[in-house]
């Protein structure tokens, strides 16, 4: 991989800075963006010269393909400022490839390496001062790419953005999390796109949401839509099961995204020897284990949230509270993870990647 | 239904019209607009004023909801012109009702009749030299509306903007059509939002079909995702089979689209006393029929393309030819509707609405 400087790339700079009116300690997740932007088109056939400039609206037609049929994908990232003022990625090479692969499942052209990751190089370099030190403070990255091409036909663009924006983050969720189990509505068919991150995954989401959080629920476990006994992410965010001291979670597949803290978290566990089992977890054993007091902990596992402690779910109207523990694996695990990322231990893996 | 003169929308003029510039004999579908759109945004909580103005560009923030989660619906419909020159609409109450279905399903405002309704009869008005005289001529109608409050989370925008815009559109389909039965992939969950004109929906189908394309298929007939048994709906359109003498056609579900040609093709064939049956279509009763010369025809329906008749299909990589008709069911009824669309026979549904 590399991230050296990349001379490929247009840079206009703002004229001023916005970052002293920001309020670093008091963020609310995805609303404050930096001074600049990455802006990336595709036209006649092929990816036109990156450019970094002032972050600000753009001009689409009103028959842009983005608005009619949702041809649009993103990636999640965070840069972390270790206590010698470096800025670091957490294996920015695992959302490159997953972006690509989600470009094409959505039939778009894939973006070249020094595009995504040449051009996240540049503009971090650009906005180091948005990213704060301390455990917590991130800057989050959501490189996306949106079909740009005009007519209201329903076949793919012939013309692509790709973007990168940056937004400085604490927690993205705050409070206890409960979640209900999903009954009805469902995230992913077989043979659709629920591995991919593509918009339409996330506002198809929106209603039944809405719904869980009408009765009190932040949050979905999804199920499959075939069957629903068969648990397969929480809300936008894989999910973990610990029954007695050994934890689970749903194998990646075409409906359950392939997520980079999960993997993660999958490595870790194995290197701090926890038992961890990459298998279907049904709703009846979650329930049985619940009530038979085995059911130790469920977390969601995300780069947005991190790793997120669920406190209860319910199934068909029964409400189960998980147990208030004193040797919590997803904090434990949490904890691991985030040293990593903001370079407190040492990075065995390999995953950190200097500015 | 109210369409009569609207005073709660501002009207800015187009200087100038391109309607000279356009060759109405060769259109290609979905990529000419006419002179006007209509915008109407909806903040705080309400819907402001409609405004119908010259078609153009326009500005959105690079966080905007729909690029990144794909919150987005649309509406296809089409206005017809006569041999007085009066122009006709042909059911807009269902395409009214479904778009605000579609609405609450992604967490969307409803929008109200007078800005729908209302507005589409007011640009229609000025729009009106834009449709065409003369049976296969029609304005394509393409409302929609778009999360365009920002923020990198995945959750329900509070701000959304509705627009119409239009379009001279004479075919959707040239050429046969020969379509492939997917045994892999799918276009909805249980559960999910394939009733809905979701942008999300269209996108998905996008790389499938690319595969279909390749193997000189133009279309799929989609299948349930869970077991690929049932035929489900044929690309972007609804799909009848005619067995012997019988019509078959899936019934809507929350996995296949409320289509209004499907509905308008199953009356139109229960007054013209063909035997038509709402029901599930198996994969293998078609394999059967086709194979011992009882499967007669098939033919998608849908707003955009009308009726299209299918040529011929591919399971498990056996090709199956239809057969070449006099008495083509299919023709017969497209005929019937489109006389009525034209006001070229008697609407004894009350289907057609005066603009």
Redesign the interface.
């Known amino acids: 991989m590399n991230l050296s400087t990349n001379n490929e790339i247009d840079i206009v700079r703002a004229s001023s800075t916005k970052i002293n009116d920001i309020d670093f300690d008091n963020l609310v997740?995805?609303?404050i963006?930096t001074d600049h932007?990455l802006i990336c088109d595709f036209k006649d056939g092929k990816w036109q010269k990156p450019t970094i400039k002032p972050?600000e609206?753009?001009?689409?037609?009103?028959?842009a393909?983005?608005?009619?049929?949702?041809?649009?994908i993103?990636e999640g990232m965070k840069a972390y400022k270790d206590n010698n003022d470096d800025v670091w990625l957490f294996r920015p090479d695992e959302n490159f490839d997953r972006f690509n692969k989600s470009a094409?499942?959505?039939?778009m052209p894939e973006v070249p390496e020094e595009v995504f990751l040449g051009g996240l190089h540049e503009i971090l370099k650009i906005e180091k001062d948005w990213v704060k030190k301390g455990k917590g403070n991130t800057l989050?990255i959501?490189p996306?790419m949106?079909?740009t091409g005009?007519?209201?036909?329903?076949?793919?663009s012939s013309q692509y953005r790709f973007?990168i924006?940056l937004?400085p983050a604490k927690a993205?969720y705050s409070g206890e999390v409960k979640v209900i189990i999903?009954e009805?509505?469902?995230?992913?068919?077989?043979?659709?796109?629920g591995a991919a991150k593509?918009?339409?995954?996330?506002?198809?989401?929106?209603?039944?949401?809405?719904l869980a959080n009408e009765q009190g629920f932040q949050q979905i476990i999804w199920t499959d839509?075939?069957?629903?006994t068969k648990l397969e992410e929480a809300?936008?965010m894989n999910v973990f099961f610990r029954i007695n001291d050994t934890l689970f979670t749903a194998p990646s597949s075409e409906r359950i995204l392939d997520g980079v803290t999960r993997k993660s978290i999958i490595a870790l566990a194995e290197k701090e020897g926890i038992d961890i089992q990459v298998r279907s977890v049904l709703v009846w054993e979650l329930v049985e284990a619940a009530k038979n007091g085995t059911l130790k902990e469920i977390f969601g596992a995300g780069t947005a949230a991190v790793i997120n402690p669920i406190v209860g779910f319910s199934y068909k109207d029964e409400y189960f509270e998980l147990p208030k523990l004193e040797d919590s694996v997803a904090l434990k695990l949490k904890d691991k993870l985030t040293n990593i990322q903001y370079k407190l231990e040492e990075d065995t893996f390999g995953w950190t990647v200097k500015i």
Chains 1, 2 share one sequence.
Not at 225 to 228: E, I, V, Y
């Open positions: 997740f995805g609303n963006f932007m972050y609206p753009f001009l689409l037609d009103p028959s393909k983005v608005f009619h049929y949702g041809q649009a993103f094409k499942r959505m039939a989050y959501r996306f949106i079909a005009t007519g209201v036909v329903a076949a793919p973007m924006i937004s993205y999903a009805h509505y469902s995230r992913a068919a077989n043979g659709g796109i593509a918009a339409g995954n996330y506002s198809a989401q929106f209603y039944p949401t809405k839509d075939a069957t629903h809300g936008t």
